[in-house]
């Protein structure tokens, strides 16, 4: 029980970390998750037995948010590159899970980079960010006509400054949820 | 100590002949060598360092006087091709000037500004070997004083007396366009009258004359091409179309067409279309692969752009059709990664662009006739340059002095000055000539 009021409380955060970065996809900086891949959070109904009604009602909201949070998670890119990562990879597959049981969710994947490349030529690269994940779920069955794509360069950085640390965390893909949200579903 | 040797201005009907007679003027004594200069190398064009014509600016009397003189005079320091002595060491002046004690300064030319109760401005250019008023001219001025207007007028004196001296005008008279903040900006070339001038958008591009910007907005919906008519301050839309960014947009010489990079899920190819409005005619065909940054050659036949097409961000050129592609940079520099950002010179002899060379970006020019390149930049991160008018200087984005500001360098001296102050300042573009304000 600890174990999963705690989880509770860790998904709960990121719930509302998300929320405010889907209102102001602008700022979102310090509190976004590390460009790691998350680990897979435990399901609280195969650990729990029994549970009661509550939980039940806690444990479905509890996995609803893990849900969205882990369509809408941000994947990263190495420097000059639209080739996808490992972890991105690992990323957009529970990305898939999540859209194969949910016919109704249509996204839009948006490709940024850092400001180390040309400015305007980074509007390409960001272009290319986006379909590369985008062609990652379609070619794995995914229906195009369900994932849009775009392209904000440099334009709009997740974090300021000029480190590899923050650079790093502005080559990449995120994600938004524009169909199917409010009937979202945990696979 | 004063010079023997005859000094002499000359009028620009003899362009050729003042290049090399001022050569000879000034305090270099290699007379022999300057006279070996093969004929018809004018002075712009063949810059020698120390041998710059020396000018003074004869102090102004009257309510703007001052700024008169400290206008024109900063304006023959910008130009890079004077040695401008201070207004405030000069003789005074009443009737004709001792021309003995100018050439003791070591001034070739003297420029006498008068401000007439016409408000119009009479500039007398004197050369001091001669003794002799070499041109005089009324120039008329618009009010208020000091307006930005009537600033521009000023600049446009400048530009005139470099011409009675060069052969060729000068840019003073001339602005630049920059994006900042997400919007495009305007600059006097002189630093002075830093205006918005649209509410949104990056990447301008001057109409011919200078009466309009042409600029792409990266919203997330549409993101336009669009234009903006600076006489009234409208704004429209040139291309647009959703889930599509449209950028870098390139006006041709005639300012009938419109190049631009369009990026769509089949990637980001260079499309012409009418800046009126018809139907858009693609360039390129990348195959997922990028091209983007367009510059028209200055006969409006070629464009030269950046493409990734090889694997790795190169400079091209092409026929406007797309077709007849030449790999413009790669030969010279081997394996150095990535060039981007290329500015074709209004004189169509060089191609100005950035390249990454040891971690930084770099601005270089390559001669299109002999391929030959050259560093004009070695300090910071430089980016995005824009030819002036007399294609001898650019305007780029630097951060040799911290945050990304717009720099200006004379690519024949190698001389820079700092542009723009303040918030980052980038994405610039040299306005043409504007001769009629």
């Known amino acids: 029980m600890m174990r999963v009021s705690r989880l509770t409380l860790v998904l709960a955060s990121t719930t509302l970390v998300l929320g405010a970065c889907r209102k102001k996809p602008v700022v979102a900086p310090q509190a976004e998750a590390a460009p790691v891949v998350q680990p897979q959070p435990t399901r609280p109904t195969n650990t729990t037995p029994a549970p009661a009604a509550r939980d039940t009602m806690e444990d479905y909201r509890t996995r609803l948010a893990a849900t969205r949070a882990r369509l809408l998670e941000t994947i990263y890119f190495e420097y000059d590159a639209d080739e996808l990562r490992e972890d991105a990879k690992a990323n957009l597959d529970a990305k898939m899970t999540v859209m194969n049981a949910n016919p109704a969710v249509k996204i839009r994947i948006a490709g940024h980079c850092d400001e180390r490349g040309s400015d305007e030529y980074n509007i390409a690269l960001g272009r290319r960010r986006a379909e590369a994940a985008k062609r990652y779920l379609t070619d794995r069955g995914v229906d195009a006509s369900r994932i849009e794509t775009a392209s904000f360069g440099r334009e709009r950085p997740a974090v300021q400054g000029t480190t590899e640390e923050s650079w790093s965390r502005n080559r990449r893909d995120e994600f938004e949820l524009i169909a199917g949200g409010d009937q979202l579903r945990a696979p | ?437």
């Open chain 2, 1 to 437: 100590m004063p010079q023997t040797m005859p000094r002499s201005l000359s009028l620009h009907v003899w362009p050729m002949l003042a290049g090399v007679l001022l050569a000879v003027g000034t305090t270099v004594p290699s007379h022999a060598a300057a006279q070996a200069q093969p004929p018809g190398v004018s002075l712009s064009t063949r810059y020698v360092a120390g041998q710059k014509t020396a000018l003074i600016v004869l102090p102004v009397k009257g309510v703007n006087g001052d700024s008169v003189a400290t206008i024109l005079a900063r304006d023959f320091d910008y130009s890079d091709r004077f040695n401008v002595v201070s207004t405030s060491s000069a003789p005074v002046v009443n009737g004709p000037p001792n021309y003995p004690l100018f050439s003791r300064l070591g001034v070739d030319g003297i420029v006498q500004p008068t401000l007439l109760p016409s408000g119009w401005v009479r500039v007398a250019l004197h050369d001091v070997s001669k003794t002799a008023v070499l041109n005089s001219k009324d120039f008329p001025l618009p009010s208020p004083a000091l307006s930005p207007a009537w600033r521009s007028a000023m600049h446009g004196v400048s530009d005139a007396v470099e011409e009675w001296i060069t052969g060729q005008r000068g840019i003073a008279q001339t602005r630049i366009a920059f994006t900042r903040g997400g919007r495009v900006w305007i600059v006097d070339s002189d630093r002075a009258n830093v205006t918005p001038a649209t509410p949104s958008g990056m990447s301008p591009q001057w109409l011919p004359g200078g009466r309009g910007l042409v600029y792409s907005v990266l919203d997330g919906v549409r993101n336009p091409i669009m234009m903006t008519d600076l006489g009234t301050g409208s704004q429209r839309t040139v291309a647009a179309s959703p889930g599509i960014e449209h950028s870098s947009p390139a006006i041709a010489p005639d300012g009938r067409t419109v190049v631009y990079a369009r990026g769509s899920e089949s990637g980001t190819d260079l499309y012409a279309m009418p800046i009126e409005g018809g139907a858009p005619r693609r360039m390129t065909v990348g195959r997922g692969r990028a091209s983007t940054q367009p510059t028209f050659s200055p006969d409006g036949q070629r464009i030269a752009f950046m493409s990734d097409r090889s694997g790795h961000p190169e400079v091209y050129i092409s026929d406007l059709d797309g077709t007849n592609v030449e790999l413009l940079t790669a030969a010279a520099f081997g394996d150095r990664d990535y060039r981007a950002g290329p500015d074709w010179s209004p004189d169509g002899r060089l191609v100005a662009f950035q390249s990454r060379n040891g971690g930084t970006f770099q601005i270089m020019t390559i001669n299109l006739r002999d391929q030959s390149v050259k560093f004009v930049t070695n300090d910071g991160r430089n980016d995005d340059p824009s030819w002036a008018p007399d294609s001898r200087h650019l305007v780029f984005s630097s951060t040799r002095a911290g945050t990304r500001q717009l720099w200006i360098v004379d690519v024949e001296t190698g001389r820079s000055r700092q542009l723009t102050f303040g918030s980052e300042a980038r994405l610039s573009a040299w306005s043409p000539r504007l001769l009629s304000q």
